[in-house]
């Protein structure tokens, strides 16, 4: 397959194939993403952009993005091997997103919705505080406008490079899901490959719902520190959606393909139905 590589470093912008991580099969492209990016041999879920989890959730109409005027700062002149603000501008140019949290409003077959979705493509989809902010933005927004919020979690955690204030956007994102529990309107959480450190530890595990895609990686701390701390070996499976939904941690295990019904479903129960 390596004369393919050559290949496809020349025409970056328009990979036509692809490797699937879990089964090494060479998948095409367009064939995969009529697929929602599934696999079609294995079933292994492909991690998406906020554009493309949007796309797949929504009823196709104008959506706007909320809260985009909320913008990356960089509060400690933070450096590491490359500048905080350099990594933001990358990051900015390569996924065409502000920040790594999109929130939107739309319809799930017919029914109105907030959406909070996070990129993993923008620095990990690491939690700052313009992601906080934005979630708790779109609670508030939920809460004025008495509609149900669902986010798509996919991150590595807190964003190491705010520090503290990366911190306390777990105990803003809380709050904000608190506002909604008092108001009775509902919170339903996705987690999506992967969910981990702060996020995992906040807003995402707080759903009246929590629903994950099939294998995704779940925890707050990697399977090799755990391991090293423990000094033990993990159980099979440990840290997957199947293996959280069996210790009763999360709710549903749901493929991707189901997904929109279920949570169209799950939007009448907890809230459309009794209106
Ligand atoms: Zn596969």
Redesign the pocket.
Known sequence: MRFLDKFFKKKKEEVLWTK?P??K?LLYVPDLEKNMKV?P??D?HFTLSAKERIAYTLDEENTEFLFEEILPADPLGFKDTKSYKDRIKKAQEQTGLTEALVVTEGHIKGKKVILAVMDFNFIGGSMGSVVGERFFRACQRALETKTPLISFAASGGARMQEGILSLMQMAKTTIGVGLLKKARIPFISVLTNPTMGGVSASFAFLGDVIVAEPKALIGFAGPRVIEQTIKQKLPEGFQTAEFLLEKGQIDAVIHRKNLKDYLAGLLDKLFYASR
């Open positions: 699937c879990n089964c099969s696999c041999n294995c292994y």
